[in-house]
């Protein structure tokens, strides 16, 4: 009896294994099948429930590649590390494992996991854990902000922006628990179709589009496409007031869905008054049943459609394509965006602003999860591939990274922290920006010029120019800065008021101004006289002299020039040591005034260069060898060629600067001629004037002089014109003689209309009437 009832437990139990074998059996089955239909959510929960009925490790490494799937990366890292402790694990699921920890932000434990497992760092090339170091070490100076007013308890990604600044994105909130008919498939925002919500498995309401305009009030987008389930991924082509998305079709029967397609694909149609969708048309490029065709953005510069998709043909996983259309939204074949960008893993979620192109993987390099990438984009092509670093990525989940038409950033993850499954944000600086302008004094642009920004630590700051030609800089907050500016051969700019101490806004714009140096601009002329066979300071010249001095005094960047000259009484070899002593007596005489040696050029010519015809031999009046008895004195601002002058104190504008040498020039005057009663011929006491006029207009390559001629009022109106005319023509010919080129000369003549002093009545002095008898100069730059 005994041996039968053995027996017979011996069978209940044998029973009860099969049972409990076969039940696990199925289970594992159930799950293999799930996680091929994608819906890792319900694989997850099969091959758990299997693990509690048999600890094996097939039932612990397909849970942990589930939560993977899922983006559960601390459940991942937990069923990994049960994984590995089998003997039936190999090195490709410890590098899962490795893997799965930094995802759950488990980097600095990896040297310790390492040393468990019996490895190094080097048995994982595919890790790159120094690379990993390297783009966390490396954080950029921004942080991510909440979008307020968006984001919920649910899943939340995806912007773009309307004309008018509406935002719109994707969203699952609503209802969690029992949706009534609706079945529980999500279209995940990693591009991955599930039966379940990731987070406690709930069912929740399918992915919609939303929107939200500037008052921050939120309103559904409806869409007339016929049995969808879920639509997100919006992207408008702002000037066509269209909008392309992202769809999971699935066909009514009998006033439920009760069948639907595998795969998702693109539509698009026009926005109507009410914000709505309308007219929706499927994308060429869809099919439902074999590939995915989702997250499109509409490049409207370029003309392009960038989209992800499995199609057969690609790097393996979801790659990037674009195609390009017309304006009748008639599209090119797709273009693969080859293995610079695209990997065996996925890409997706793809955007371009200005010479950058963004887009999310999981196969390039990165911090864990799904991380955020830019390229350079040049004329349609892509290089230069690289990870946009912290806090941009995470070790969860970050994509759908844009730039929207009003220059904001943003961004979706999962991260932790967030409200939600998935969340948005906006991208703030944690610094400043300078964007400086430089121009010529036309207005045109300067992009050749040397820059360099100093913080008040003293420590250097990076300034580039961007591809508007401006200089950009990013500025640390509550710091003043010094920014040099300067270009050979011209003023350089420096600017010490650059400050962000209790900045609010978000860029700090400035506008330089380059002037080129006027080198050797001649800016006062005048003449010093000597006795015959003297080289002494006459003093007649002291007052002259005192004037150069006090210039030279008052501006550092005028240097004077001293050009000495004999008459021909005497042979060429003394002249010429005669000219260099008058030329030496100038220096000598400015020295005293603190007037530095070098400051002053001598040139000496002896009788090389007479004013007249007195040569050699030739009969002169005294007073016109006196005329050759002479120093020129020229005060030429900016004279070394191979210096760069600084902007002369009291000029805030360079292009000021020739108002400003004008202003100097002034201060020597343009003499007025005088006349006797009737007569037209130069008095002796004018000549010198003249002759100053005549070195300042040789000089001064730039001037124009006008010359206008005037009588008194005895006389007819009829001959008064004549003489005043006859005035004006005798100063002109004057100077003409003296080398002024006739065209840069202009002469007038008024008669006695335009007297100083009104003697029509007859009751003048003598000395009244003198001042109307006169000849006026002016000059003027070209």
Same mark, same amino acid.
Request: hydrophobic letters at 35%; one cysteine or more.
């Given at each position: 009896?005994?041996?039968?009832?053995?027996?017979?437990?011996?069978?209940?139990?044998?029973?009860?294994?099969?049972?409990?074998?076969?039940?696990?059996?199925?289970?594992?089955?159930?799950?293999?099948?799930?996680?091929?239909?994608?819906?890792?959510?319900?694989?997850?929960?099969?091959?758990?429930?299997?693990?509690?009925?048999?600890?094996?490790?097939?039932?612990?490494?397909?849970?942990?590649?589930?939560?993977?799937?899922?983006?559960?990366?601390?459940?991942?890292?937990?069923?990994?590390?049960?994984?590995?402790?089998?003997?039936?694990?190999?090195?490709?699921?410890?590098?899962?494992?490795? @893997?799965?920890?930094?995802?759950?932000?488990?980097?600095? *434990?990896?040297?310790?996991?390492?040393?468990?497992?019996?490895?190094?760092?080097?048995?994982?090339?595919?890790?790159?854990?120094?690379?990993?170091?390297?783009?966390?070490?490396?954080?950029?100076?921004?942080?991510?902000?909440?979008?307020?007013?968006?984001?919920?308890?649910?899943?939340? =990604?995806?912007?773009?922006?309307?004309?008018?600044?509406? /935002?719109?994105?994707?969203?699952?909130?609503?209802?969690?628990?029992?949706?009534?008919?609706?079945?529980? /498939?999500?279209?995940?925002?990693?591009?991955?179709?599930? &039966?379940?919500?990731?987070?406690?498995?709930?069912?929740?309401?399918?992915?919609? #589009?939303?929107?939200?305009?500037?008052?921050?009030?939120? &309103?559904?987008?409806?869409?007339? %496409?016929?049995?969808?389930?879920?639509?997100?991924?919006?992207?408008?082509?702002?000037?066509?007031?269209?909008? =392309?998305?992202?769809?999971?079709?699935?066909?009514?029967? %009998?006033?439920?869905?009760?069948?639907?397609?595998?795969?998702?694909?693109?539509? !698009?149609?026009? #926005?109507?008054?009410?914000?709505?969708?309308?007219? *929706?048309?499927?994308?060429?490029?869809?099919?439902?049943?074999?590939?995915?065709?989702?997250?499109?953005?509409?490049?409207?510069?370029?003309?392009?459609?960038?989209?992800?998709?499995?199609?057969?043909?690609?790097?393996?996983?979801?790659?990037?394509?674009?195609?390009?259309?017309?304006?009748?939204?008639?599209?090119?074949?797709?273009?693969?965006?080859?293995?610079?960008?695209?990997?065996?893993?996925?890409?997706?979620?793809?955007?371009?602003?200005?010479?950058?192109?963004?887009?999310?993987?999981?196969?390039?390099?990165?911090?864990?999860?799904?991380?955020?990438?830019?390229?350079? !984009?040049?004329?349609?092509?892509?290089?230069?591939?690289?990870?946009?670093?912290?806090?941009?990525?995470?070790?969860?989940?970050?994509?759908?990274?844009?730039?929207?038409?009003?220059?904001?950033?943003?961004?979706?993850?999962?991260?932790?922290?967030?409200?939600?499954?998935?969340? /948005?944000?906006?991208?703030?600086?944690? +610094?400043?920006?300078?964007?400086?302008?430089?121009?010529?004094?036309?207005?045109? %642009?300067?992009?050749?010029?040397?820059?360099?920004?100093?913080?008040?630590?003293?420590?250097?700051?990076?300034?580039?120019?961007?591809?508007?030609?401006?200089?950009?800089?990013?500025?640390?907050?509550?710091?003043?800065?010094?920014?040099?500016?300067?270009?050979?051969?011209?003023?350089?700019?420096?600017?010490?008021?650059?400050?962000?101490?209790?900045?609010?806004?978000?860029?700090?714009?400035?506008?330089?101004?380059?002037?080129?140096?006027? !080198?050797?601009?001649?800016?006062?002329?005048?003449?010093?006289?000597?006795?015959?066979?003297?080289?002494?300071?006459?003093?007649?010249?002291?007052?002259? %002299?005192?004037?150069?001095?006090?210039?030279?005094?008052?501006?550092?960047?005028?240097?004077?020039?001293?050009?000495?000259?004999?008459?021909?009484?005497?042979?060429?070899? @003394?002249?010429?040591?005669?000219?260099?002593?008058?030329?030496?007596?100038?220096?000598? +005489?400015?020295?005293?005034?603190?007037?530095?040696?070098?400051?002053?050029?001598?040139?000496?010519?002896?009788?090389?260069?007479?004013?007249?015809?007195?040569?050699?031999?030739?009969?002169?009046?005294?007073?016109?060898?006196?005329?050759?008895?002479?120093?020129?004195?020229?005060?030429?601002?900016?004279?070394?060629?191979?210096?760069?002058?600084?902007?002369?104190?009291?000029?805030?504008?360079?292009?000021?600067?020739?108002?400003?040498?004008?202003?100097?020039?002034?201060?020597?005057?343009?003499?007025?001629?005088?006349?006797? =009663?009737?007569?037209?011929?130069?008095?002796?006491?004018?000549?010198?004037?003249?002759?100053?006029?005549?070195?300042?207009?040789?000089?001064?390559?730039?001037?124009?002089? +006008? /010359?206008?001629?005037?009588?008194?009022?005895?006389?007819?109106?009829?001959?008064?014109?004549?003489?005043?005319?006859?005035?004006?023509?005798?100063?002109?010919?004057?100077?003409?003689?003296?080398?002024?080129?006739?065209?840069?000369?202009?002469?007038?003549?008024?008669?006695?209309?335009?007297?100083?002093?009104?003697?029509?009545?007859?009751?003048?002095?003598?000395?009244?009437?003198?001042?109307?008898?006169?000849?006026?100069?002016?000059?003027?730059?070209?």
């Amino acid at each position: 009896m005994e041996k039968i009832i053995n027996t017979l437990i011996l069978a209940l139990l044998l029973s009860f294994l099969t049972t409990e074998t076969y039940g696990q059996a199925r289970l594992v089955r159930f799950g293999d099948k799930q996680y091929g239909l994608e819906n890792y959510a319900k694989a997850a929960k099969a091959y758990k429930d299997a693990y509690s009925r048999r600890a094996t490790y097939e039932n612990a490494s397909k849970l942990a590649k589930s939560y993977d799937k899922l983006g559960r990366y601390q459940d991942a890292y937990e069923w990994w590390g049960r994984a590995v402790s089998f003997d039936a694990s190999d090195k490709n699921d410890y590098s899962n494992y490795l @893997y799965s920890a930094i995802k759950a932000g488990q980097l600095e *434990s990896i040297d310790g996991l390492l040393a468990a497992g019996g490895y190094q760092e080097l048995d994982f090339p595919e890790l790159d854990l120094v690379g990993m170091r390297e783009l966390r070490e490396q954080t950029s100076r921004v942080k991510l902000v909440p979008l307020q007013g968006v984001n919920s308890p649910g899943s939340d =990604f995806g912007v773009s922006n309307d004309k008018d600044g509406s /935002i719109y994105f994707s969203s699952d909130r609503g209802q969690e628990g029992d949706v009534g008919s609706k079945p529980a /498939i999500r279209l995940d925002a990693k591009n991955n179709i599930f &039966s379940n919500e990731r987070s406690d498995f709930n069912e929740r309401d399918f992915y919609r #589009i939303f929107k939200m305009d500037n008052s921050g009030e939120l &309103s559904v987008v409806v869409t007339d %496409l016929a049995g969808v389930l879920h639509f997100n991924d919006p992207s408008l082509a702002v000037d066509k007031e269209f909008i =392309f998305y992202t769809a999971f079709v699935g066909k009514n029967k %009998l006033g439920g869905i009760k069948d639907f397609s595998n795969h998702a694909g693109i539509y !698009y149609g026009r #926005i109507d008054t009410n914000g709505n969708i309308t007219g *929706s048309k499927a994308f060429p490029y869809n099919d439902h049943q074999a590939y995915g065709v989702m997250n499109p953005f509409v490049d409207e510069e370029a003309g392009r459609i960038y989209f992800a998709s499995d199609m057969p043909g690609g790097e393996g996983g979801f790659d990037i394509y674009y195609v390009e259309f017309d304006e009748d939204f008639n599209f090119s074949a797709p273009i693969n965006l080859g293995p610079e960008v695209n990997t065996p893993e996925n890409e997706s979620h793809p955007s371009r602003n200005g010479g950058s192109f963004y887009f999310s993987s999981r196969g390039h390099m990165g911090l864990g999860g799904m991380d955020v990438f830019i390229a350079d !984009y040049d004329n349609g092509s892509f290089s230069n591939i690289r990870n946009m670093g912290v806090p941009y990525n995470s070790e969860r989940d970050d994509f759908a990274f844009i730039v929207a038409g009003d220059g904001k950033r943003y961004i979706s993850s999962d991260r932790e922290g967030g409200m939600g499954l998935d969340d /948005i944000y906006t991208i703030e600086d944690l +610094y400043k920006i300078l964007l400086a302008k430089v121009s010529d004094c036309d207005g045109n %642009l300067i992009t050749d010029y040397i820059s360099e920004l100093k913080a008040s630590d003293n420590s250097t700051v990076n300034a580039e120019l961007n591809a508007t030609g401006h200089l950009r800089a990013e500025l640390d907050p509550e710091m003043d800065f010094v920014l040099r500016v300067s270009k050979e051969g011209h003023f350089s700019v420096t600017d010490s008021s650059i400050s962000t101490k209790g900045f609010d806004g978000d860029t700090l714009r400035r506008e330089y101004k380059l002037a080129a140096i006027p !080198y050797k601009t001649p800016v006062y002329v005048d003449i010093v006289y000597y006795d015959l066979d003297k080289s002494d300071i006459r003093n007649d010249a002291e007052p002259v %002299l005192k004037k150069i001095a006090e210039l030279m005094a008052d501006y550092n960047f005028v240097d004077l020039v001293v050009s000495s000259h004999t008459d021909s009484r005497a042979s060429d070899a @003394y002249n010429e040591a005669l000219s260099e002593r008058r030329a030496d007596a100038v220096r000598d +005489y400015l020295e005293p005034y603190g007037i530095a040696r070098d400051r002053i050029t001598l040139e000496w010519h002896g009788e090389m260069k007479l004013v007249n015809n007195c040569g050699d031999g030739v009969p002169c009046a005294e007073t016109d060898h006196q005329l050759n008895r002479r120093s020129e004195l020229v005060l030429e601002a900016f004279s070394d060629l191979n210096k760069d002058y600084e902007l002369p104190e009291g000029i805030e504008d360079p292009c000021e600067l020739p108002a400003f040498l004008e202003s100097i020039a002034e201060t020597a005057g343009l003499p007025t001629v005088y006349f006797d =009663f009737d007569k037209s011929n130069i008095r002796q006491v004018h000549r010198k004037e003249l002759e100053r006029v005549g070195v300042m207009m040789k000089r001064k390559g730039d001037l124009k002089l +006008y /010359i206008e001629g005037h009588t008194d009022q005895r006389g007819s109106d009829a001959y008064n014109m004549g003489l005043s005319e006859r005035r004006a023509q005798v100063v002109m010919d004057y100077l003409v003689k003296r080398g002024v080129a006739a065209d840069r000369m202009q002469h007038t003549w008024f008669g006695e209309s335009r007297p100083v002093n009104d003697c029509s009545t007859g009751d003048c002095s003598g000395a009244q009437h003198q001042e109307n008898r006169r000849t006026e100069l002016r000059v003027s730059g070209k």
